[in-house]
């Protein structure tokens, strides 16, 4: 599926929380499969606040960030966040998520690239992005890698 890729709009912000706490609820569910009630429950005592906080930070600092939209049928289905410093040449991807209705369609890719390539244009040589350990990564992990790869060759190339 291809999507058309747009900054974030005015009044779209809790659109993208929304969209959030839907696509991290099963990395959140994982955390406390893997870590226990106990443990999870005083890493994260409320994750959906602190989610929440979180988008809600990285979305309207836009002096620091730029946040990109996918957009199905005119609603958001996924987004991306990106800080750029321009004195280090240091692009990184600081946040990512898909709609669970739109996952595994390609749309997490193409925001990727799209970032990638905003990237490389405002003259990042070296780009950053993390992931968490969840299961659907780890089957998409192969196109990532390749993603990957092809990111490392665009800035290595660059890189003096």
């Given at each position: 599926m291809n999507v058309p890729i747009r900054p974030l709009g005015a009044g779209e912000i809790e659109d993208v929380v929304r969209l959030s706490l839907l696509a991290w609820a099963p990395v959140f569910r994982s955390f406390e499969q893997v870590l226990g009630s106990?443990?999870?429950?005083?890493?994260?005592?409320?994750?959906r606040a602190s989610q929440r906080a979180a988008v809600e930070?990285?979305?309207?600092d836009s002096e620091g960030n730029s946040v990109w939209v996918a957009e199905v049928d005119g609603t958001v289905a996924g987004f991306i966040v990106c800080?750029?410093?321009d004195a280090e040449k240091l692009g990184e991807v600081e946040l990512l998520a898909v709609h669970p209705a739109y996952q595994?369609?390609?749309?997490?890719?193409q925001l990727n690239e799209f970032a990638l390539a905003q990237m490389k244009a405002r003259g990042m040589t070296?780009?950053?992005a993390a992931t968490g350990a969840i299961r659907g990564i780890h089957r998409r992990g192969k196109r990532m890698r390749k993603l990957d790869i092809?990111?490392?060759?665009?800035f290595a190339t660059t890189r003096h």
């Open positions: 106990r443990i999870y429950s005083l890493i994260y005592p409320d994750w930070r990285l979305c309207g800080s750029m410093n595994n369609q390609g749309i997490g890719t070296l780009a950053v092809r990111a490392c060759r665009l």
